[in-house]
T-cell receptor
């Protein structure tokens, strides 16, 4: 089955710790995206990548980092510089017409 | 700047009643338009899309949407709502490059409309 796989579904982070969220796709899409979702704020773009070994900052990139070493994979690291990381994180990939396919999300909580 | 507006943050309808969710966009060319649905704690699922051609598009789960260029709108409709339709709905438009002439592949989302269904 083709799709987007995010893991883990739930993640807990201690203060000052870096954590990495996984996103894998087998749709053969060039473009991949990370969004953050907070209650009442819709989706905000963190980073996106339109080709392997290249990525761009979105609207709220501070405190996050990404890599795109393989077409299928686009992991997101939430660094200790992100002061308010508790949120729901969504990964997506898209066709060239911007038709996006989403993973099931990772809920990150600071403990 | 390109934007998408969903004027209704929250809508409540009775089961079996008709539904219309509004979406307006600002765009300089023929847009790529989408509606997504999200259940609590889940990812977004594509309901329907418009690229070109017939301005009335059919989607999954009995939804349809109509593209009206003159009103810059892409409203989502369903003739008879089911309790399982309770969810959050997002309208999105494909973003143009800064030059304004080509699609970037990114999406610009509205803030979402939460649909509650009364029994």
């Amino acid at each position: 089955d083709g799709g987007i796989t995010q893991s883990p579904k739930y993640l807990f982070r201690k203060e000052g710790q870096n954590v990495t969220l996984s996103c894998e796709q087998n749709l053969n899409h060039d473009a991949m995206y990370w969004y953050r979702q907070d209650p009442g704020q819709g989706l905000r773009l963190i980073y996106y990548s339109q080709i392997v070994n290249d990525f761009q900052k979105g609207d709220i990139a501070e405190g996050y980092s990404v890599s795109r070493e393989k077409k299928e994979s686009f992991p997101l690291t939430v660094t200790s510089a992100q002061k308010n990381p508790t949120a729901f994180y969504l990964c997506a990939s898209s066709t060239i017409r911007a038709e996006a396919f989403f993973g099931q999300g990772t809920r990150l909580t600071v403990v | 700047a390109q934007s998408v507006t969903q004027p209704d943050i929250h809508i409540t309808v009775s089961e079996g009643a008709s539904l219309e969710l509004r979406c307006n966009y600002s765009y300089g060319a023929t847009p790529y338009l989408f509606w997504y649905v999200q259940s609590p704690g889940q990812g977004l699922q594509l309901l329907l899309k418009y690229f070109s051609g017939d301005t009335l598009v059919q989607g999954i789960k009995g939804f349809e949407a109509e593209f009206k260029r003159s009103q810059s709108s892409f409203n989502l409709r369903k003739p008879s709502v089911h309790w399982s339709d309770a969810a959050e709905y997002f309208c999105a438009v494909g973003a143009l490059s800064k030059v304004g002439s080509s699609n970037t592949g990114k999406l610009i989302f509205g803030q979402g409309t939460t649909l509650q269904v009364k029994p």
